[in-house]
T-cell receptor, first 118, second 118 residues
């Protein structure tokens, strides 16, 4: 079974509008972290936002916010006021902190390609 | 923030030759580095986990004799693709974990290497 599921292979959004990128996860680990990364066409991975499984509040970083619904095992990324530079691949990732050991590896979803239209 | 330097960014080689990719942490010590492989429009797949001073741990299905990993110092890990073949053509990206980081720290990624084997 996939541990990270991103059901939207591609998304379009109008510039200045908000967009939500979906991510669901599957783990039996009691402690885990959820991450979102942006990968522009250059290939680099840019960290956007982090949510810990025990965090009470949803994480926010500037225009990025994470809609964390623990019971539903979802961690959707919300980008407000989309900009043309937001066009990129977006990956949701998880680190299992208990069963995953101390190495700190990330498990990635398949990604969502976001295209921002002017 | 922490920087991970990866080079070369792009390499084209003939079939049968070996290619070395370097991953350096520039301003922190990385006891653990990860090597990922990414096919076009695909997620990042972990190839191996590299620990300084010890043998790398390879994921199932990754040939350790094909993909040689050396982590000789706290700031440098190398991936050598030996006797490269066209099917090895891919985007390879490394990431490093700060040895002093907490469990919720993000991984720092290199900029990736696009390998094309003719």
């Amino acid at each position: 079974a996939q541990k990270i599921t991103q059901t939207q292979p591609g998304m379009f959004v109008q510039e200045k509008e908000a967009v939500t990128l979906d991510c669901t996860y599957d783990t039996s680990d009691p402690s885990y972290g959820l991450f979102w990364y942006k990968q522009p066409s250059s290939g680099e991975m840019i960290f956007l936002i982090y949510q810990g499984s025990y965090d009470q509040q949803n994480a926010t970083e500037g225009r990025y916010s994470l809609n964390f619904q623990k019971a539903r095992k979802s961690a959707n990324l919300v980008i407000s006021a989309s900009q043309l530079g937001d066009s990129a691949m977006y990956f949701c990732a998880m680190r299992e902190l208990y069963y995953g050991g101390s190495q700190g590896n990330l498990i990635f979803g398949k990604g969502t390609k976001l295209s921002v239209k002017p | 923030g922490a920087v991970v330097s990866q080079h070369p960014s792009r390499v084209i080689c003939k079939s049968g030759t070996s290619v070395k990719i370097e991953c350096r942490s520039l301003d922190f010590q990385a006891t653990t580095m990860f090597w990922y492989r990414q096919f076009p429009k695909k997620s990042l797949m972990l190839m191996a986990t590299s620990n300084e001073g010890s043998k790398a741990t390879y994921e199932q299905g990754v040939e350790k004799d094909k993909f040689l990993i050396n982590h000789a110092s706290l700031t440098l890990s190398t991936l050598t693709v030996t006797s490269a073949h066209p099917e090895d053509s891919s985007f390879y990206i490394c990431s490093a974990r700060d040895s002093l980081g907490t469990t919720n720290e993000k991984l720092f990624f290199g900029s990736g290497t696009q390998l094309s084997v003719l």
